[in-house]
């Protein structure tokens, strides 16, 4: 194999590592990447502090619009894989008809021009930390600054250590808990879905918005009994209790959808038998299904151990408070990527990056920040039409003796509302929209 041979294989694996299906790729391959040493710029360098962010989600689309509003002079570039954004927060009301797709997707496009930052559609293959250069699949580019908030990527290694087997579950059974395509395929499952077993996980760890597979469960169980369809939903969770609003939840999957859910708490999946459409969980009982939504754990990113930022539990190795890299303080992570269990959230990471646009501000003036905590926000809705939602609204505290944060969580009041929507989600998320497409 030559060397164009290789740079093309090099490139081809790229996108795909960096396309959603990193883990499930054969070993034998990741081993050819290379980076090219001759990298070509994609842009000059800047004559102003440049401010390069990686991942366009909530944070990364957060970080760009606070940056470049706190620090007009500083030239703010976001780097971002994907060409439109695609709301998983308020996603699973769309699941079951709900809402309209077009409330869900938004434009890069405009994000950038109503707020004068720069969006470059590539992919981030790798950081050179020394010269402070991020290559893409497109060239690389200079940074003074680098916020890394590529968000998650899933874990299927307690079910299989198998990459083939690992791409055929996230195929089959689509977490959705990652990308619009997964959460589509979840769509046309449930309104295909006519009768049978439908059989759903919680998985344990710091998952994607604790919150999100219970909604799920319940609104599907909503969504089907109302279509007066005969489906059985089987909801296995892995951890000992239901991890958020546990007694109102508890309390509709025993009374209003006892004829629906069955509910397994404490009990983990540990192994897919995917031929025959069956899950063994622990003491070697099976549940067999007819379709399945499978939510694996969740872990960093590949990125972020290529360019060698994890610590030796395969987290982020940042400094709590600031966000920095232990090794590189121009270097930062924000948003579903950092760890240190902070709830993972589109909330929390919209107010972090607000503080983090701040700090790197203040650095540039030789001063600095102090941390303030973001603030948390999630949503769990129970039945459509009428819209009931439950809410968790929370702050942290950081334990500098324990060396960690504590959640300080606030439930807040629902109305009483028997037969109106409430529609407080819905102004939260056309709030948050605004907020990160509109100047
Ligand atoms: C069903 C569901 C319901 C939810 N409900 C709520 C809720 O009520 N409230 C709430 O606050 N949160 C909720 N969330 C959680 C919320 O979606 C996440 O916490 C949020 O998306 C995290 O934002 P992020 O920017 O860190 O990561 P992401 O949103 O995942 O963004 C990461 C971005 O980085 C890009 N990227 C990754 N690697 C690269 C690379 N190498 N090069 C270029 N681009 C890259 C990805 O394409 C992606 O666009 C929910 C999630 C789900 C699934």
Redesign the pocket.
Known sequence: MNRRDLLKLSALTSILL?SGCTQIIPDPIIRFIEIEPDYKMMMKKSKQERVVI????????SMAKNMKKNAPDMDVIL????TQ?F??????LWLVGAIDMEYLIHDYLQAARENNYVYIN????DVDKSDQVVI?THGALDYDYLVL????EYDYSDWTLNNRSARELQTLYPA???SSSEVLSIRNKIFDFQEGVFLMNVPSGNY??W??PY??ALLMADFFKKEGRNVKIILVDENKEIRIHKEEIQKLFKKEYTDVIEFHPDTRISWVDIKNKKVIVDGDVEFSFDDAILYPKVKS?P?LEKIGLLDGEGEANIKPLTNEFVDYDNIFV????RSMNFN??????LSEAKQLSKRILYRSQGEEYLWTSPK????CALSVDPLKLLALQGKYSYDLLENRFNFIEKKMKRKNLRNEDDNSLYEWATGAFNELFKA
């Open positions: 960096l990686v991942g366009g989600g909530w944070a990364g689309l780097l971002e894989q994907r954004f709301s998983l927060p308020i996603s699973n590539t992919t981030v293959i893409t908030a590529p968000g998650i959705g808990f990652l994607r918005s919150a999100a909604e799920r990113v990125l924000i948003g579903d990527a993972r959230l589109g909330s929390t990471a948390s926000l999630s949503f």
